[in-house]
């Protein structure tokens, strides 16, 4: 079983309406994170979150807010999806603090269209 | 602005060739630096690392070289496969912030 899992793989939705992509991670990692990628782009962090009372914005937060539910659980919502939250959005997880335990090991993605 | 870059958005090697993706940062304060390799419908997969107390590290068929004065890290894989083929993104990061990453390079191997 994968260690980190995201749900849906894939979402078409319309302007407007609101949705949830969720994280979920069997790795016992206390740190979790939300990117999005656009073609060109690279990775872009959304919102990150160090443990279950920690929740830190990241460089593109506009648009989106997250809730970790629990160590294991982290859920990104677009309060009213728009066409230009079209893009591949990536959940990560991380040991700690200190070189290899920051490492982030990704989930598989999940493909959002907004139409 | 994009404090980690890499400039070749594609490469291709032959089969059993030397692969060198390249990568180039701007922000001094970066201590470690990783390389993620991403398969299409898959989510990036961690392949290696390099302490900015590294010049060179060594992991089977990958090598990462760190440049410090330049600001410039670099992936060889050798001998190339087919079976590497993928996006290679170089990630950046100041201990304890968040990651940078680089726009990442496709890398085809010809059989």
């Known amino acids: 079983d994968a260690d980190v899992t995201q749900t849906p793989r894939n979402r078409i939705t319309k302007t407007g309406k609101r949705i949830m992509l969720e994280c979920s991670q069997t790795?016992?990692?206390?740190?979790m994170y939300w990117y999005r990628q656009d073609p060109g782009l690279g990775l872009q962090l959304i919102y990150y979150?160090?443990?279950?009372?920690?929740?830190n914005k990241g460089e593109i937060s506009d648009g989106y807010s997250v809730s970790r539910q629990a160590q294991a659980k982290f859920s990104l919502s677009l309060e009213s999806a728009i066409p230009n939250q079209t893009a591949l959005y990536f959940c990560?997880?991380?040991?700690?603090?200190?070189?290899?335990?920051?490492?982030?090991?990704f989930g598989p993605g999940t493909r959002l269209l907004v139409l | 602005d994009q404090q980690v870059k890499q400039n070749s958005p594609s490469l291709s090697v032959q089969e059993g060739r030397i692969s060198i993706l390249n990568c180039d940062y701007t922000?001094?304060?970066?201590?470690?630096f990783l390389w993620y390799k991403k398969y299409p419908a898959e989510g990036p997969t961690f392949l290696i690392s390099?302490?900015?107390?590294?010049d060179k590290n060594e992991d089977g068929r990958f090598t990462v070289f760190l440049n410090k004065s330049a600001k410039h890290l670099s992936l060889h894989i050798v001998p190339s496969q087919p079976g590497d083929s993928a996006v290679y993104f170089c990630?950046?990061?100041?201990?304890?912030?968040?990651?940078?990453f680089g726009t990442g390079t496709s890398l085809t191997v010809i059989p």
């Open positions: 922000n001094s304060m970066f201590d470690y």
């Open positions: 990560a997880t991380s040991e700690g603090s200190g070189r290899e335990k920051e490492t982030q090991y």
């Open positions: 390099i302490s900015s107390i590294k």
């Open positions: 979150s160090f443990d279950v009372k920690d929740i």
């Open positions: 990630a950046a990061i100041r201990t304890g912030n968040q990651f940078y």
């Open positions: 790795k016992g990692h206390d740190r």
